[in-house]
T-cell receptor
């Protein structure tokens, strides 16, 4: 079974400051990793994904995440945040092993990022 | 392409009733997954359908069921509603290929009174 731990439930930062949202996972098999963002009263939006290849992945709005296999982590970072980044962020994993893994994402509990002016 | 759509967006039901939620995936996506989101339990996987077959199921009671049609649209049904079923129900569809990246709809907010 897989599990995901997001180490901070809430992260307050000031606008234009850097931010890191931490995510650790546990799995006995190889996983794919994702970050999703959820704005109030909306569904989840895929922010970025790691499937294979370069361990550093980037999104179009300035976020990046680095897959660290030895530390089983996939932390999300942004060098300078904006007010509009205020949202809840979810780290998730999936397993390409068929069977009981089909279509299943395992999510962390979420991190609420609040950007203050 | 149009995104994942879910209907209705909001629903209020009474304990003991049943409810059916609908999901239309992104065109070309054949896999549809359902999740329940609550403040206490977070995001929990309900089940996944692919080509009209349930391929995977989470740890929910049999009151929760679903189906998928030949056009990949999916419905989920909850019978004998309980107060604890109040939640945001999210549907997601996946393109073919590895990774199972999923694209989510806006959700249906179910309130059971």
């Amino acid at each position: 079974a897989q599990s995901v731990t997001q180490l901070d439930s809430q992260v307050p930062v000031f606008e234009e400051a850097p931010v890191e949202l931490r995510c650790n996972y546990s799995s006995s098999v190889s996983v794919y990793l994702f970050w999703y963002v959820q704005y109030p009263n909306q569904g989840l939006q895929l922010l970025l994904k790691y499937l294979s290849g370069s361990t550093l992945v980037e999104s179009i709005n300035g976020f990046e995440a680095e897959f660290n296999k030895s530390q089983t982590s996939f932390h999300l970072r942004k060098p300078s945040v904006h007010i509009s980044d205020t949202a809840e962020y979810f780290c998730a994993v999936s397993v390409n092993a068929g069977g009981t893994s089909y279509g299943k994402l395992t999510f962390g509990q979420g991190t609420i990022l609040t950007v203050h002016p | 392409k149009a995104g994942v759509t879910q209907t209705p967006r909001y629903l209020i039901k009474t304990r003991g009733q049943q409810v059916t939620l609908s999901c239309s995936p992104i065109s070309g996506h054949r896999s549809v997954s359902w999740y329940q989101q609550t403040p206490g339990q977070g995001l929990q996987f309900l089940f996944e359908y692919f080509s009209e077959t349930q391929r995977n199921k989470g740890n929910f009671p049999g009151r929760f069921s679903g189906r998928q049609f030949s056009n990949s649209r999916s419905e989920m049904n909850v019978s004998t509603l309980e107060l604890g079923d109040s939640a945001l129900y999210l549907c997601a569809s996946s393109p073919p290929g590895p990774g199972y990246e999923q694209y989510f709809g806006p959700g249906t907010r179910l309130t059971v009174t």
